[in-house]
């Protein structure tokens, strides 16, 4: 929901999904545990809580009208999801006057977190909610209870919520120590990324030897260079800025190239199979003869219809249509109507 009036709907470079579509981002099941389902709170509170899901449903029940922004550019409006307001659960714990830092823990695979400072928490109206639209939360978006937070990107939100704990200093959640995503996370600012500490040093050679394989050269700014035949297999390249380059022949396959620029870059030939592309920008970009099979393209963007850049490409590039189904509707029409036109056949995923 929009609360300021100046302030445009949708985020900076953020685009809409497909009516009725709400993608799957991370962690897509909840970890084993015990039948009935327990949120605790802990940490720095007067009394440690329990409740079950019934007990949940006797606090006073808040429903709001959200709309969720997910780093990777996708943004969906008028979820409405309901439960229980935070403030009321702290309430009930008793805040510990010590207390500056909330953390959200799931019950998953890899105990995925994120955390808050607490006054952003009680500020935002966090809610520990329990439905989506009216219905019980779907497992896979993270029921039976998730933390919704509102006017955050959406990995604020945690899927599976199993414990909240409060914090005298920050504990950063895993996307945010792992991924490096910024752990304000205001997408009207566009807080998508912590700065990286990348050593300049050890760019530039890694940039002369056109050799990124494997590496973690995230947030890498290599715009206008000439990196033809670049290695860059299995390499993490959230964020990375190719604008401009010349990139022929360069190997991406399964690298993460989640947000990374491509715009005006050359990529004839360049291999993308099995890439991470969600959020990445080819408006302008050549990509004839281009392999980008078996990738993931939610949130990606190959037109900029505002600037009128348009992807170029030809018969030999290799797209399919599991692909081209993840590209919101304006980008996946303009994206088949340029295949067409160059006599280019959606292939089928390998
Ligand atoms: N437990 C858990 N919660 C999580 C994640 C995750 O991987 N595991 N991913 C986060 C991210 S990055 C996003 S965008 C949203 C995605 O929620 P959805 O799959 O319901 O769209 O969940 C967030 N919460
Ligand atoms: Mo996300």
Redesign the pocket.
């Known amino acids: 929901m929009n609360t300021s009036p100046e302030r445009p709907r949708l985020p900076p470079n953020q685009q809409l999904v497909k009516p009725g579509h709400?993608?799957?981002?991370?962690?897509r099941e909840a970890g084993p545990g015990s039948e009935t389902w327990q949120l605790t709170i802990g940490g720095m509170v007067m009394d440690p809580k329990r409740f079950t899901l019934a007990q949940l449903a006797e606090f006073p029940q808040t429903s709001k009208l959200l709309d969720?922004h997910?780093?990777?550019r996708w943004s969906k409006y008028d979820v409405e999801f309901r439960g229980v307001l935070l403030q009321h659960l702290l309430e009930r714990a008793g805040i510990d006057s010590q207390a500056q830092y909330i953390s959200f823990v799931?019950r998953?695979a890899r105990k995925?977190s994120?955390s808050l400072k607490l006054s952003d928490a009680l500020e935002l109206g966090v809610i520990v909610a329990t439905h989506v639209d009216g219905e019980p939360l779907p497992d896979?978006?993270?029921g039976p209870i998730?933390s919704i937070v509102p006017h955050r990107?959406?990995?604020k939100?945690?899927?599976?919520l199993e414990r909240i704990e409060l914090l005298a200093e920050n504990r950063l959640g895993?996307?945010e120590a792992s991924a490096g995503y910024h752990d304000h996370a205001d997408p009207w600012l566009e807080q998508r990324y912590m700065a990286p500490n990348l050593d300049r040093r050890l760019a530039r050679q890694l940039i002369e030897a056109r050799d990124f394989s494997r590496r973690d050269l995230r947030s890498i700014d290599c715009s206008g260079r000439n990196l033809d035949l670049l290695s860059a297999q299995r390499a993490s390249l959230r964020d990375a800025n190719f604008s401009d380059c010349s990139l022929c022949g360069a190997d991406f396959r399964e690298a993460n190239l989640s947000n990374a620029s491509f715009r005006g870059a050359h990529l004839k030939q360049a291999n993308f199979f099995q890439a991470d592309l969600e959020g990445s920008q080819f408006a302008g970009a050549v990509l004839d003869g281009a392999d980008l099979r078996n990738c993931s393209f939610f949130g990606a963007s190959f037109f900029d219809f505002a600037a009128r850049s348009s992807v170029q490409l030809d018969a030999a590039t290799q797209i399919d249509s599991d692909s081209i189904d993840q590209l919101t509707e304006d980008q996946r029409q303009a994206l088949v109507a340029a295949m067409q036109s160059a006599g280019c056949q959606v292939q089928s995923r390998q």
């Open positions: 709400w993608p799957y981002v991370g962690e969720i997910c780093v990777t799931a998953s995925h994120t896979d978006h993270g998730r990107y959406f990995y939100s945690v899927k599976w895993f996307w």
